[in-house]
């Protein structure tokens, strides 16, 4: 590999990202590990995006601007210009821990048979204050089973990925609009290991158009996903689909109840929540679970103003 050649390429796709994609590129700039290059994907953003990133002034940065096609087609547009062994995907609103490149970089070269380094995640709010933990868990080697079961690594900024591994399986699925990164995840484990980093190194950031304005289009695109995963599955991981349903009813349950509810997202949650009931009738013992649940709905579709919140 020659000198010049960045061991690690970071892929950030913009759309509209004026007010926090500053931030995201500085997370990176200011990495413990630096022979990296930065790529920004600008995805037709129509605000001061593009000229705030080309007023930070780094030779490790490239840009490339194109009309808006979407989070995965930015994503695959940005890798076919990268130039590193391992690449990194992050959204222009999320941020990263300075140690976050050098510990996942350091886990797949002292696992040479992983190619895929994940690391645990925290929600951020909008000005990047800490909300809570996202997802704290740490399987490792062939996650395929658990990855069909749910996405734990939570985000698509979680990643640090070998090249030759992304281009084996193929870029992003472009006729996603959601569920992406899950996609992505479930074809690399179908062939490849992973590796867990057990801190948060990814800060992942909750505004309140990200909560549960999209459920109807994440449950879409994750049953897409579902179902082809499933197709692709071997018989012996058939029986795991309710499941996967389950914890997916289960997952928009909570998206829709996170944080300040409005009445229109609590007859989202309550909508979600008979989808979650149906994919799981063990649940129609009124057990604690379904009881908190449904107190969570009922709360938010009777007393709208108020600020309800998910704890465990």
């Known amino acids: 590999m020659s000198e010049n050649r960045p061991l ?4 950030i796709p913009v759309y509209n990202g004026a007010t926090t994609v500053k931030e995201t ?27 705030i990133v080309n007023s930070i ?25 990268a130039g590193g062994e391992f690449i990194a ?3 222009a609103d999320d941020l990263w821990t300075k140690d976050k490149l050098e510990a996942q ?48 690594l939570s985000c698509g900024s979680n990643t640090l990925i070998r090249a030759q591994a992304l281009q084996k399986v193929g870029g992003f699925d472009e006729s996603l609009n959601s569920a992406e990164d ?14 867990a980093i057990p801190r948060p190194q990814v800060l992942y950031r909750i505004s309140p158009n990200s909560m549960s304005a999209n459920i109807s289009k994440m449950e879409a695109a994750s049953l897409q996903v579902i179902n082809q995963a499933y197709n692709q599955a071997p018989e012996s991981l058939q029986h795991l689909k309710k499941q996967t349903l389950g914890f997916l009813y289960k997952f928009l349950m909570y998206k829709a109840l996170q944080d300040s509810v409005k009445s229109q997202r609590g007859l989202k949650a309550a909508k979600v929540l008979v989808s979650y009931f149906k994919q799981d009738p063990s649940l129609l013992t009124l057990g604690r679970l379904k009881i908190y649940l449904l107190s969570k709905v009922i709360t938010a579709n009777l007393f709208p103003f108020f600020q309800t919140q998910i704890t465990w």
Not at 70 to 81: C, E, I, M, P, W
Not at 112 to 121: C, I, N, R
Not at 133 to 139: D, E, M, Q
């Open 8 to 11: 690690i390429s970071v892929v």
């Open 25 to 51: 590129i500085e997370s990176v700039l200011q990495q413990s590990y630096q022979n990296l290059e930065i790529i920004v994907v600008n995805d037709g953003s129509q605000d001061e995006t593009l000229a």
């Open 57 to 81: 002034q780094d030779n490790k940065i490239k840009v490339f601007s194109y009309s808006n096609a979407g989070l995965s087609a930015s994503r695959n547009r940005g890798f076919s210009h």
């Open 89 to 91: 995907f992050l959204d």
């Open 105 to 152: 970089l350091n886990a797949l070269q002292q696992n040479p048979q992983a190619a895929v380094a994940y690391s645990w995640t925290d929600h951020i709010d909008e000005q990047g204050q800490f909300l809570r933990p996202a997802s704290y868990t740490s399987y490792q080697g062939d996650v395929y089973e658990r990855l069909l079961v749910g996405n734990f």
């Open 182 to 195: 899950w996609d992505m995840w479930l074809r690399l484990a179908a062939y490849y290991e992973f590796v």
